[in-house]
């Protein structure tokens, strides 16, 4: 008769903990320069594949580990940062021009562009002849991109097709940004 001391064991399964401790010194090695995208991509498929702790080890072995000092600072300037950028986007928010949206009883598109044709004139020279077309479909307002050179946007991301908008929404075609307003 054999005992179980007489088996292979195989350590522990990794915890996850020990797994996201990993990928995150794979996060900041790459945000800090250390890596290139190639390897990180290729060290966080071998993390996640991973079955001992030395297997994660070796993936990390070359990367500092920060101290919780200096996480805690860079976390502390990120979210300031991170304020910075939202307080900036709620003053230009207010400051952008008002574009009207069209009496829902109107039932007619409103064409947005650099022609005289246009419901809209834009004369910017970002702005296509026939740049976008603003309508009521469905209780809902969609803007659509007619094909336009330099993009329509909706709060920062670029139109491809049609996207549905509302009071309040930034628009944006070519270089030039309105928020849209139901008043």
């Known amino acids: 008769m054999t005992s179980s001391f007489e088996f292979h064991t195989y350590p522990a399964r990794l915890s996850d903990a020990e797994r996201d401790n990993a990928l995150r010194v ?42 919780r000092w200096s996480r805690l600072v860079l976390g502390t300037v990120g979210a300031v940062s991170g304020f910075g950028v939202k307080l900036r986007r709620a003053w230009q928010a207010e400051r952008l021009p008002k574009l009207q949206l069209p009496h829902p009883a ?6 947005i562009g650099r022609d005289p044709a246009n419901g809209l004139r834009l004369s910017h020279e970002t702005v296509s002849r026939v740049h976008a077309e603003l309508t ?38 070519g270089r030039m940004t309105f928020r849209l307003s139901s008043e």
Do not use: C, K, Y
């Open 26 to 67: 794979l996060r900041d090695g790459v945000a800090l320069g250390r890596l290139s995208h190639d390897t990180f991509i290729r060290r966080m498929e071998l993390a996640l594949t991973a079955r001992r702790s030395d297997e994660l080890a070796a993936l990390t072995a070359d990367l500092p580990v920060e101290s």
């Open 106 to 111: 109107s039932g007619h598109a409103l064409r």
């Open 136 to 173: 009521r479909q469905g209780g809902m307002w969609i803007l659509r991109d007619l094909g336009s050179t330099n993009g329509t946007t909706v709060n920062g991301r670029r139109v491809i097709g049609a996207a549905v908008v509302r009071d309040g929404d930034q628009v944006g075609f």
